[in-house]
């Protein structure tokens, strides 16, 4: 059984979240406070939590913070009911490390489907499962891409600039990346290098508006293809499915 932790100081919340997790076969625990949730978080093996932003005691910030610290694995998935007034949150959930914001109402469907992907990564029809790390500063593309991506049978890493992509793919090993070229912190040429540098094999796509000499400079890096923005996300997935065979061969 799979717990999962649902903190909403709203009761009718809870119970509209509980009722369609529990028939998908989680084991939903409850808490109506930050500090309530804390306390649960060290007594169960939570795999999964979904938090809301503004609550009593330790908001969702808080809250997620301090699970990542204790579980850096966990999925933490940040709600509210005001996304306009909470937009400055929402931004800094991403820093403490969310992998999900959601405005109320929620769309049970939508739960289960993001919880079912994060534990568990949907195989391919031939039972194999493959993995590629998205990189985009700009989080509508990431999960534009990554959408087309998991429909066809893709388990995705994000990263929203070089920096988190290189240490992403230290930890994951993402048989394929896709970055854009122009990022904060490092961009997409730095990364390049670095990982040509420690996996000369490693297949790299790059998508971006960048110039045509970035271009020039990712292809003379060794990249297998490059997309310019805007793209078709179906012609990225047939480019990832033409690599993985080529690897296979």
């Known amino acids: 059984m799979s717990y999962l ?60 913070l301090e699970i990542k610290k204790l579980k850096p694995e966990v999925s933490v998935v940040l709600m509210t009911g005001d996304p306009d007034s909470d937009i400055l949150q929402l931004e800094v959930s991403k820093h403490v490390g969310a992998n999900l914001s959601l405005s109320k109402p929620l769309d049970p469907i939508r739960l289960v489907d993001f919880i079912k992907t994060s534990q568990h990564p949907p195989p391919t029809p031939d039972g194999v499962k493959r993995s590629v790390l998205v990189v985009d500063d700009d989080e509508d593309i990431r999960e534009f891409l990554c959408y087309s991506l998991k429909e066809d049978h893709w388990h995705t890493y994000e990263a929203e600039n070089g920096k988190v992509a290189w240490e992403m793919y230290l930890k994951y090993s993402p048989e394929i990346v896709i970055t854009d070229i122009y990022m904060p912190e490092m961009d997409g040429l730095e990364l390049i290098m670095k990982l040509r540098q420690h996996n000369p094999d490693l297949p790299i796509i790059t ?43």
């Open 5 to 64: 932790l649902l903190v909403d100081d709203d009761p009718g919340i809870l119970q509209m979240m509980k009722e369609p997790l529990e028939e998908a076969g989680f084991e939903v625990i409850c808490a109506k406070d930050g500090q309530e949730a804390l306390d649960l978080f060290q007594k169960y093996d939570f795999k999964v939590v979904f938090t809301d932003m503004n609550l009593p005691k330790a908001n969702g910030l808080d809250v997620t």
């Open 207 to 249: 998508i971006s508006g960048a110039s045509t000499h970035s271009l020039e400079a990712a292809i003379l890096l060794g990249i297998e293809e490059a997309f310019t923005k805007p793209f078709d996300p179906d012609e990225v997935v047939n480019c990832l499915i033409k690599l993985n065979e080529d690897k296979s061969a």
